[in-house]
């Protein structure tokens, strides 16, 4: 019996929902993690390293099998990954323990980093012809929408339903299976596959892309790390500042910053990558530097400005970053070379999060949103620094060229 196989554009919308998955995946414990530290006396640092064994796994995969969808297929990696993000999620529904919270997240890592190469990757072959140059809007546009699906209604099932600490993982289980049951009627498709055999190896960079790679990588970096403050200091920043202990209050506080995400990537459209992470660079650095003053003055109304333009400037780095370089790759290593922009990022995720949770612990909530909005300034200001050296090196070559 012949499967049936969905079309290109059941394809494209079916890509950038498994990329809202990795956002939604990631971001779905945020909310709890106040919960279980209640539940079990944890400490922030504990809370902050749950959040932190994602991006650690997310990494250890993408080194092992970045360029694995280059070689078997966007459909069937995707669908490796999304079974270890649903039997994640649902250990976490299940979990009578914190050991059980990290095994589940450990899951949860395994499968957003088979998940989030090819997924990019198929968001841009599965782009209407002659308007791939989208496929950046519409990953950050699925990443903020999959950011929001998690606060929201994480937030109102955490609040209103019975079950708190398990029902949302339960929802997010559900959703992965009819996700999976979607993929499946999937073509198999890759634009060009790569030569030889697969094998583990780490994700390389095609020659001739480095400079575009390291500006690319620096810009999704700053946002993933802005993802990172929000995700995992974000309900314990909310619970302080708004001082509310209801979980819906303090997603839709969280839920801002993913809104201004997928709003922000609207006017971005026209826009050139440089600009788009002008833009991202000087809107994170502004945000940062409010979220800093909310913090100290427990302003509810600075806060939730920083949340909005902490969301645009999260977006504007991650579409700028990802249009530049699927400009300029190659496309038999499309995806390897995405999931080495996406190890770099995640690396940081992890890096960031763990230290400032244990900042958070010993020094106080105020001094790790202090060390957190420094980190990220200095983020930004090197992404737009290294944007303008590529942009200077590109205009000398294009006209020493013409001089020849």
Not at 316 to 341: D, E, Q
Not at 372 to 393: E, K, M, N
Request: aromatic share 8%; glycine share 8%; hydrophobic share 55%.
């Amino acid at each position: 019996m012949t499967r049936k196989v969905l079309g290109r554009r059941a394809s494209f919308l079916t890509a950038t929902a498994i990329v809202a998955h990795t956002i939604w995946t990631s971001a779905a414990p945020a909310l709890t993690y106040p919960l279980y530290a209640q539940q079990w006396h944890l400490t922030t640092f504990a809370t902050t390293a749950i959040f932190a064994v994602y991006p650690v796994f997310v990494v250890f995969v993408l080194v092992l099998f970045g360029n694995l969808s280059d070689h078997i297929g966007r459909r069937e990696t995707m669908l490796i990954g999304l079974v270890f993000s649903a039997i994640g999620s649902l250990v976490f529904a299940a979990a009578p323990d914190v050991d059980w919270i990290f095994f589940g997240r450990a899951f949860m890592g395994v499968g957003v980093g088979l998940s989030a190469g090819p997924s990019a990757a198929a968001v841009v072959e599965f782009s209407s012809p002659h308007k791939a140059g989208q496929a950046g809007s519409a990953t950050a546009a699925a990443q903020g929408l999959g950011m929001m699906a998690a606060a929201l209604i994480g937030g109102a099932l955490i609040q209103y339903a019975p079950l708190p600490l398990r029902l949302n993982f339960a929802v997010l289980t559900i959703v992965l299976v009819g996700l999976i049951a979607v993929t499946w009627f999937m073509p198999n498709h890759t634009a060009s596959r790569a030569a030889g055999h697969w094998r583990p190896r780490v994700p390389s960079i095609p020659n001739g892309v480095f400079a575009v790679f390291v500006a690319s990588t620096a810009a999704v970096t700053g946002s993933y790390v802005l993802g990172a403050m929000t995700l995992s200091l974000g309900a314990q920043v909310a619970h302080d500042v708004v001082a509310s202990s209801n979980a819906l209050v303090n997603g839709g506080t969280i839920a801002l910053f993913a809104i201004a995400s997928a709003v922000a990537t609207v006017p971005a459209r026209k826009l050139t990558p440089s600009k788009v992470i002008l833009a991202g660079g000087a809107t994170a650095i502004g945000s940062s530097a409010l979220l800093a003053v909310a913090a100290v003055q427990h302003s509810l109304e600075l806060y939730m400005l920083a949340q909005v333009g902490a969301g645009a400037a999260y977006s504007w780095l991650l579409l700028g970053g990802l249009s530049l370089i699927n400009a300029h790759l190659p496309v038999t290593h499309r995806a390897a070379t995405l999931s080495a922009l996406f190890l770099v990022a995640y690396l940081a995720q992890a890096v960031v999060a763990l230290s400032l949770g244990k900042v958070a612990t010993y020094s106080g909530l105020t001094s790790a949103v202090d060390i957190g909005v420094v980190t990220i300034a200095l983020l930004a200001s090197v992404t737009l620094l290294l944007d303008l050296v590529r942009q200077r090196s590109a205009f000398r070559r294009s006209r020493k060229a013409q001089g020849s």
